[in-house]
Structures are given as C-alpha cells and as structure tokens.
DNA sequence: AGGAACAATGAAAGCGATTGCATTGATTCT
DNA sequence: AGAATCAATGCAATCGCTTTCATTGTTCCT
C-alpha cells in the first residue's frame, strides 16, 4: 500500500491521471459523473497531492516566508498569529524563522528561504537597507516596520498617537519629559524618536534624551537608572518592554510610578496590561498589519516585479495606569 | 536568464547534469578538477537547488512542523528558538502553526502539514489522545508536554521542583496552602496538581483545592479572587501567567505578596521576571525540550515505525521575591 | 601482457503532478 | 445531411533533480 496518487486513482476509477488532476484543479472541465467518482475514491484512499511535485510544475510553494527580528519579543506573537490566519486564508502556509536579533541571520535567512517559498514577510528588520535590497532581489518581499521605496512596506505609525500621549502627560501637568531611545537600526525606534521630538519642540516642553537602549527588559532597567539621573517626570519609553524594564527599575528604587514619575510605552503587548501599574501606551493594529503585509506580498508573488506598495497604518493612544499628576514636590 | 539548473550548469562545465548533482550530493564521487569546476560555475550562476524537485525524489521536504496551542502564551517563544536552531542545524526548516487554542484546529493543522513536512512536533496539545493518536497515523510525530504510550513524548515535569517550592514555602512558615489547578486538558496542569498534593499529603500540611482556571492572565485574575475566600498564606499557581494574574488581582485588592500571601508560578517566562514582585516559579529546560524533541524526530524520521522515545526532564526551582515569610497576623 | 578492480562519468528512468494539444462523440446550425 | 461547435477526456511533454546501471579509461596484479 504505497502512498496513493493520481495514478492510483485513475486506475480506480478507469480515468487517465489528467482527468483526476482536473477533478482538483478545474472541476468544471469534468462530467459531474466522474467527478464525484474521482472524489470518492480519492477520500476512499485519503489521497493528498504531493505538494512537491505540484510545486515542481506550478512554480508555486504555496508557502510565505516570515522572518521576525527576536521571536522572544512579545511583540511578535500576536503579529505571527494574524500573518499566519491571512495565509490559510489565501492557501498558503507560513514559514517562521527567527533571526536572534542578528541581522547578518536575517540576511542569511532570507537567501535560505528563497525556493522554498514564493515570498517572505520581514518584521522589523536590523540589517540595512542596502542588505535587505540585495538580499531580497528577485524574491517578493514585505517589510514590516521598515520603509524602502523599492521594497513594499507595511509601518504602524505611532506620531499622532505619541502626539496624544504628550498632550495626556502635558494635561498632568508635566513638563519635563525624557525620551528613552531604541535600538539605532530599528526604524520604529528613529521614527518615534522623531515624533517626540517634534511634539516636544512643538510644545515647548523640555525632553532629555537617553539610550539608545536595546528593546529587551534589561535594557528597560538601564533606561530606568538613566531616567532617574534626570529631573524628568515622565518619560516616553521606546516599546513596552523597555517600559517595563524602566517600571521594575524605578519599583526596585522605590519611586512610585505614577507618583513620582509617569512612563509610557509603546505596542500594547499583553504585558502592558499584566504589568503592574499597567502600562498607558500606543496599541498597535497588530491584526491589520499582519493582513496587509499578506495581502501586499500575495500581490507581489502574483505580479512579479509589479511596483512597490506602501501602507501606513496609525497606532491608538490608550491611556492607564502609568501615567498620572505631576508629583507635587 | 532563467533560473540556473543543474543542466545550465552542466552545459557550461562541458559535464552531465549527474555529475553536478553528484558534486552536491556525493562529492567524492567525483575528479577534484570538475568538482571545483562545478561549484565555482554554480556560485557564479547563483544556482539554488531547487527544493520541490528534490523533494520530489528523495520524498524528503527537509522540514518540520511545529504546532503550538496558543503562541501568544509567553512560554512556547524560548521553545520556538530552541526548536528552530536545533532544526536548523539538521538541516531543517520549520513550518510553525498556530492552533490559537483550539483542539480541533491542532488536529486540522496536523492533516495540512502532511505532505509539506517530514514530521511534526506539537507543544502542549490540547486534543484527545485518540485524536492525536490518529492524526498522527503514519506521520512522524513528537508531543511536548503530553505522554501517549505509542507517540514518542518530551516531558518537563516538575514534580521534584515543586516539592522544592513546597518546602520553601514550609520554612518561611506557611502551613496552609491554595492549588489554583490548570486548564483539564493539559497534561502539565494534572501533572502538576498532583505533585503538589503528593507533597501536602507527605507534608501534613492543610491543601485547598481551586479551579480550574485557564492558562490565561484573567483566568489568573479569577485564581487570585478564590484564593482570597480561602484563609491559605501561599498559593501554587498552574504557570505565570496565571501567577501574574493572581499577582494583579491581589494588587488590586491592596493585599501584599509576599507580606500577606505568597505566589509561586510555573515556567519562569519572561513575564516572571518582569512583574513586580517577581516570580518565584520553576525553570523550564526550554532549550533542552527543544532540542530534544527535535533530535527523536528527526530518529524516526529516519527510522518511520521505529519505537517511540520517551523523554522527561526536570524543572529547577528558583526563588524570587514572590514568596517570603508568613504574615504575622 | 592479459585480465581484474576501480575511479570517473554519462545515459536514462523515474518522482507525481500540471497542461497544451489532439481526439472523440454529441449537439447545433444552415 | 454535412459542417461546425463544444464538452469531456486522453496522450505525452515537462518541471529539476536523484540514482541505478552501463561505459570507458587507468592502474595494478600475477
């Protein structure tokens, strides 16, 4: 009993292996006769088409590529979950691969990948941008959290929500902020940067700027001592991790937060929420950017070579408990 | 230019196609001369073997699925990595899927793989044992934290661990005791439940039993509200999420760990070390399950219907600051 | 020197699907 | 009625690679 194929089955059936193929692909070519024919025994025998052979003529995997910068990053997961339930939908299943935070591993990953699927998806890149192009010529590809004009992209844009964040502290009575920096290579981290900068000078607030640091709980707590240093009363941390790091900080100095100083993060991983205080922070529309970056590189795989899309997507200021008055000192 | 195959490049050395490939697969099999011809052709072509045509022959995807019931539980991350690395290292890709909690989808998932991979693993299953049993018929198959005689398994068990977090708890003074006891179709949880009962039992010391709750942060809200209707100093809760959840409901309520109550947690996530107060919880030997679980698949992988490997590993206790002396009420 | 053993290579048969083209009746049109 | 059209199906080539078997020189014995 070796593994059935069309061939078994069209002898089953006295049908030539063509027709059981086209009972799969294009059943309207069939009389609805053998067609249910073909199908019963092909359940009968529990045939499963050799997703290899058919990738061999097609050209096709059936497989997307996703590449994220640190898996450990909580992040990630809710993004994979929704980049994973947009493939299944399109057919395609989904290949994960963790880069360790080395960029030099995305780059490699990427050129492994290529073969053994029709396009990757890379989630915050740290390689440059110069190696991402390289590594990604010929192959449709999607970044995400990563403008390039010749790559199609797909940001979260947190500006206007870091804007909202401001004005929520500013309306505390805040009015020296700190700003912890992220990672150098992650373009989220530049751009947020950036916003704060802007709404600051905008605002006429004083901001210190700290870090960067790097986005792991570690580096959360050494922004958190960097933070204490300065007379800032409340600081716009890179991600919620960070923030977090910061909050065990200041917690194990004994400084209250939000009492003495009020921290924001960034994402509104489930952390945010199970952290104590929770975390005020930008939620990011985590299902829609794993959709789009889906359905952009479906585009690409379809239309090879076809122009780079681009697609921003706005992060959601929600306010908890991190953030409060001005301590009154 | 179409993509270079081994006929390409045999063209150009002036060589069989059988040649090149043999200088891929067997290369001692050929003259050094047309060897090194080969390779340096094939590197200037960029020749990328084509996976679905050799897979088509050697029946062999080089990869491996990997299902986990829930990614956005912050235990299976490590074990992802671990696996990946591992797998990699193999030669292996890994085609990670989502069950989002769902036993039916597990079993759905399992089915989508076969074909695309040459077995799978999959973490914590949440499904029957007859339904994995026959999900798993004819497909190499290793369960992480659930035993099944004819499956091979990986266990983590933390029984002695956990006679160790009991006994902890006894010398700072604890004599009464709360088990918020896991979801009921995961092995772990029962595994767990009834090493702690074994340990009060031995220990005579008083043991109410709570739940179950889900493995979730609000589930653990809920363990923290029971716990709080019991007259327990120290409770035992299934893993740190749910500890978290306990920890935010006892916080909210203006109760103090580990003033009033002490918490233990199981998994020791990254989450433990983050939340005010830390974890004290158990140690997962995340890169050893992995690994381990990859290396007896990859055994009957080669040797399909060879017997299935059992394998259980122990948790290390480790105390943090969740857990302190007795309140003096 | 004649044959055995061996190293290096090529020819060709698959692996299991898809798909363009050809074939065959049946149906429709004029 | 004969031509044209069309639906249903089969034939056979093809995708890119692996692998068995056969072939051809070489080298080594005795």
Redesign the pocket.
Known sequence: M?????????QRC?????????V???P????????EQVTAVARELG????P???G????RAETIGLIVSDITNPFFPLLVRSIQRTAERMGSSVMLVDAEESAAAEVRHVARLRGRVDGVIVASPRSSSAALREAAKGLPCVLLNRPLRDLSSVLCDNTSALFEAGEHLHKHGHRSFALLAGPSASWAAARRSQAIRGWARGRGVELTELGPFRATFKGGRQAGAALLETAATAAFAFDDLTACGVLAELAGRGVAVPGDRSVVGCDDVLLARTVTPSLTTVTAPMDDLGAIAVQVLTRQIEAPGGAPEHHRLPGVFVARDSTGPRSTS
Do not use: D
Not at 2 to 10: D, E, G, L, V, W
């Open positions: 070796s593994k059935p194929t069309i061939y078994s089955i069209a006295g049908v030539s292996a063509a027709t059981v193929s086209r799969f692909n294009r309207e070519l069939v009389s609805p006769r053998v067609r045939y499963l088409p050799n290899a052979a058919r061999l003529v097609t050209g």
